[in-house]
Protein backbone atom coordinates (compact mmCIF):
# COMPACT_ATOMS: atom_id res chain seq x y z
CA UNK A 1 0.00 0.00 0.00
CA UNK A 2 1.83 3.14 -0.86
CA UNK A 3 0.24 6.64 0.62
CA UNK A 4 1.13 9.92 -1.69
CA UNK A 5 2.37 12.88 -0.22
CA UNK A 6 4.18 15.99 -0.80
CA UNK A 7 7.20 17.64 0.52
CA UNK A 8 6.51 18.49 4.22
CA UNK A 9 3.00 17.57 4.30
CA UNK A 10 2.06 14.49 6.90
CA UNK A 11 0.53 11.60 4.72
CA UNK A 12 -2.85 10.66 5.46
CA UNK A 13 -2.12 7.39 7.45
CA UNK A 14 -0.24 8.81 10.25
CA UNK A 15 3.73 8.44 9.57
CA UNK A 16 6.72 10.34 9.40
CA UNK A 17 7.14 13.37 7.25
CA UNK A 18 10.18 14.48 5.56
CA UNK A 19 11.03 18.09 4.86
CA UNK A 20 12.13 19.06 1.90
CA UNK A 21 15.42 19.55 2.76
CA UNK A 22 15.85 16.02 3.97
CA UNK A 23 14.53 14.31 0.75
CA UNK A 24 16.67 16.86 -1.40
CA UNK A 25 19.63 15.57 0.45
CA UNK A 26 18.93 11.52 0.34
CA UNK A 27 18.20 11.68 -3.03
CA UNK A 28 21.87 13.16 -3.40
CA UNK A 29 23.24 10.35 -1.38
CA UNK A 30 21.59 8.02 -2.76
CA UNK A 31 22.51 8.97 -6.72
CA UNK A 32 26.12 8.25 -5.48
CA UNK A 33 25.35 4.82 -4.51
CA UNK A 34 26.11 1.59 -6.70
CA UNK A 35 23.98 0.23 -7.25
CA UNK A 36 21.16 2.94 -6.66
CA UNK A 37 18.88 1.98 -4.00
CA UNK A 38 15.01 2.25 -4.42
CA UNK A 39 14.30 3.86 -1.09
CA UNK A 40 14.99 5.01 2.51
CA UNK A 41 14.29 2.74 5.36
CA UNK A 42 12.97 4.60 8.62
CA UNK A 43 13.15 2.91 11.86
CA UNK A 44 13.39 2.19 15.27
CA UNK A 45 15.87 0.14 16.87
CA UNK A 46 16.59 -0.54 20.31
CA UNK A 47 19.38 0.79 21.84
CA UNK A 48 21.48 3.92 23.44
CA UNK A 49 21.04 5.09 27.75
CA UNK A 50 17.09 6.08 26.78
CA UNK A 51 16.00 2.71 25.38
CA UNK A 52 15.38 3.40 21.40
CA UNK A 53 17.54 5.02 18.36
CA UNK A 54 16.63 6.05 15.21
CA UNK A 55 18.13 4.23 12.21
CA UNK A 56 18.03 5.34 8.45
CA UNK A 57 19.10 2.41 5.78
CA UNK A 58 19.12 2.34 2.06
CA UNK A 59 16.91 -0.66 1.13
CA UNK A 60 15.74 -2.36 -2.82
CA UNK A 61 12.60 -2.90 -1.88
CA UNK A 62 9.94 -2.95 0.67
CA UNK A 63 9.39 -5.75 3.13
CA UNK A 64 5.91 -7.61 3.54
CA UNK A 65 5.11 -5.70 6.53
CA UNK A 66 6.06 -2.18 5.33
CA UNK A 67 4.28 1.07 4.78
CA UNK A 68 5.37 3.14 2.01
CA UNK A 69 5.41 6.42 2.00
CA UNK A 70 6.54 8.86 -1.18
CA UNK A 71 7.91 12.37 -0.50
CA UNK A 72 8.78 13.81 -4.41
CA UNK A 73 9.63 10.81 -5.81
CA UNK A 74 11.61 9.51 -3.10
CA UNK A 75 9.64 6.06 -1.47
CA UNK A 76 10.62 5.64 2.63
CA UNK A 77 9.79 2.15 3.99
CA UNK A 78 8.55 2.02 7.74
CA UNK A 79 8.19 -1.38 9.30
CA UNK A 80 4.86 -1.91 11.09
CA UNK A 81 6.45 -1.86 14.44
CA UNK A 82 8.55 1.72 13.84
CA UNK A 83 5.31 3.26 12.68
CA UNK A 84 4.03 2.99 16.20
CA UNK A 85 6.93 5.36 17.08
CA UNK A 86 7.53 7.41 13.84
CA UNK A 87 3.88 8.98 13.30
CA UNK A 88 3.89 12.22 13.15
CA UNK A 89 7.81 12.59 13.20
CA UNK A 90 9.59 15.57 11.18
CA UNK A 91 12.91 14.52 9.66
CA UNK A 92 15.02 17.36 8.83
CA UNK A 93 18.61 17.75 7.17
CA UNK A 94 20.17 20.39 8.58
CA UNK A 95 23.43 22.45 8.55
CA UNK A 96 25.02 24.23 10.86
CA UNK A 97 28.57 25.50 11.90
CA UNK A 98 29.30 22.80 14.51
CA UNK A 99 28.45 20.09 11.86
CA UNK A 100 25.28 18.76 9.69
CA UNK A 101 22.91 15.50 9.96
CA UNK A 102 19.44 14.68 10.03
CA UNK A 103 17.52 15.80 12.47
CA UNK A 104 14.24 14.13 13.90
CA UNK A 105 11.62 15.81 15.97
CA UNK A 106 9.07 13.57 17.29
CA UNK A 107 6.10 14.36 19.68
CA UNK A 108 5.77 10.57 20.67
CA UNK A 109 9.13 11.18 22.72
CA UNK A 110 9.13 11.75 26.29
CA UNK A 111 12.34 11.87 26.93
CA UNK A 112 16.19 11.82 25.92
CA UNK A 113 19.10 10.54 27.01
CA UNK A 114 22.22 13.47 27.89
CA UNK A 115 24.07 12.75 24.35
CA UNK A 116 20.98 13.27 22.54
CA UNK A 117 21.49 10.21 20.32
CA UNK A 118 18.35 7.89 22.18
CA UNK A 119 15.00 8.20 23.09
CA UNK A 120 12.06 6.97 25.31
CA UNK A 121 8.13 7.16 24.33
Do not use: H, W
Amino acid sequence: MATITTPGIQPKTAGPVLTPGAVAKVKEIMASQNPVPTGLRLSVVGGGCSGFQYSMAFETGAGMMDKVFDFDGLKVYVDATSLMYLGGAQVDYVETLEGAGFKFENPNVKSTCGCGSSFNV
